[in-house]
Every structure is written in structure tokens, then in C-alpha cells.
Antibody, heavy 118, light 108 residues
Framework: EVQLVQSGAEVKKPGESLKISCKGS????????IGWVRQMPGKGLEWMGI????????RYSPSFQGQVTISADKSISTAYLQWSSLKASDTAMYYC???????????WGQGTLVTVSS | SYELTQPPSVSVSPGQTARITCSGD??????AYWYQQKPGQAPVLVIY???ERPSGIPERFSGSSSGTTVTLTISGVQAEDEADYYC???????????FGGGTKLTVL
């Protein structure tokens, strides 16, 4: 069974760094792009960027370029989303999702809630 | 930047047909996808490539495309269909993915 399992909820202070994870199982992790999607409280879905774990080719939405870093460790079938200095406005649910072909996000993780508050 | 436009809300009575539209300049060139999201849950794909239905999705969900607008149609709406629905596609170059703003479907 294809699964994407994300790391648990985080509570951080402004200025702190953070790296959240998304572990894939049940398929060839290096053969599918993994995307990240933000959902701020009460708001819609926003595409942040995507990575191909096979060669670490990464694309960012212009809105998130320079704000976050997407990476992957294919040896442990895990993709990451990280911040070097969190802001309160980074408070959101973050989902990873597998791109199943064309531009469809066919499988989703359960989400990681990130809360940034002083 | 490229945008997809959806109505914020649609309301229908049980058993009626709900239609949710999504407009974008690149839709004639790029497929659209539809996701259902219920409160507290991750999104679920309900339509891909404009009109294809994944296995396990009820037949009452269908999709269509005409020019710069795609439409998600839910026939015989049930109370369990109450959710937020998002369209998603890519820009004309295929470089970026984008979501519509979402439509809240209310079953009266």
C-alpha cells in the first residue's frame, strides 16, 4: 500500500529553524515527484514546490522561492521541508503529496501542523 | 502569476445537482484536477485529467472542460458531499502547479 507519513505537529518560536518530513513507502520513492502544499488556518491550498527524489531536481512556486527549502534523502525514502527562520505567518498545516503523473497529486500525507508563536 | 478562479460557495439541496466551475487561461492546454477536502482531513482526488474518476470515487462525481473553464459536477448530491472542493492545474509552460481558491459546497 502506498503511504506518505508525515512527522508530528510542531510548536516553535519566531526566528527558530524547523525541518519537517514526509516518508514514502509501498512504492519506488525515487520514481515519483513529491510536492508540498500549505494550508493556512481557514484558508485554501497553496502549492509550495516539488522535488524529484531520484536526482533532487526541485521547483519552487515563486511565492515560496527563498522562503523554504525542499530536499530529499532517497536512502531513507524521505522528503523534507525546512525553514531557517520561522515567522508567525508560517503557522499552517503542511501536506506532502505524490505527483502520480501529469500534474496530479494522487496520494497525500496526513499533514503536519506547524504553529509559530512567541 | 497564474491563477485559477472558483466561486467561494455553492449551495444545493440533497438529490440536486451541484456544479462548481474553475477558470484559468491555461486550461485549454493543461489538464485540471479536483480535490475534495472535509474538515480536519487531507484532500482527496476526485477527478483527474479533466474528467477521469479515480477508483473508489462515486459515479455521481464527474468533470468536464470547455475552453478556459472546467466544471466539477456532483449529481444527486448527498449530505456526505458537503466539503471544500479545489481545482488544480499547471501554468501554460508546465513549470508551476497552482490551486484554485476553493469552493465550499453546502448541502442544505
Amino acid at each position: 500500500e502506498v503511504q506518505l507519513v508525515q512527522s508530528g505537529a510542531e510548536v516553535k518560536k519566531p526566528g527558530e529553524s524547523l525541518k519537517i518530513s514526509c516518508k514514502g513507502s509501498g512504492y519506488s520513492f525515487t520514481s515519483y515527484w513529491i510536492g508540498w502544499v500549505r494550508q493556512m488556518p481557514g484558508k485554501g491550498l497553496e502549492w509550495m514546490g516539488i522535488i524529484y527524489p531520484g536526482d533532487s531536481d526541485t521547483r519552487y512556486s515563486p511565492s515560496f522561492q527563498g522562503q523554504v527549502t525542499i530536499s530529499a534523502d532517497k536512502s531513507i525514502s524521505t522528503a523534507y521541508l525546512q525553514w531557517s527562520s520561522l515567522k508567525a505567518s508560517d503557522t499552517a498545516m503542511y501536506y506532502c503529496a505524490r505527483r502520480d503523473g501529469d500534474y496530479v497529486l494522487g496520494r497525500w500525507g496526513q499533514g503536519t501542523l506547524v504553529t509559530v508563536s512567541s | 502569476s497564474y491563477e485559477l478562479t472558483q466561486p467561494p460557495s455553492v449551495s444545493v439541496s440533497p438529490g440536486q445537482t451541484a456544479r462548481i466551475t474553475c477558470s484559468g487561461d491555461a486550461l485549454p492546454k493543461q489538464y485540471a484536477y479536483w480535490y475534495q477536502q472535509k474538515p480536519g482531513q487531507a484532500p482527496v482526488l476526485v477527478i483527474y485529467k479533466d474528467s477521469e474518476r479515480p477508483s473508489g470515487i462515486p459515479e455521481r462525481f464527474s468533470g468536464s472542460s470547455s475552453g478556459t473553464t472546467v466544471t466539477l459536477t456532483i449529481s444527486g448530491v448527498q449530505a456526505e458531499d458537503e466539503a471544500d472542493y479545489y481545482c488544480q492545474s499547471a501554468d501554460s509552460s508546465g513549470t508551476y502547479m497552482v490551486f484554485g481558491g476553493g469552493t465550499k459546497l453546502t448541502v442544505l
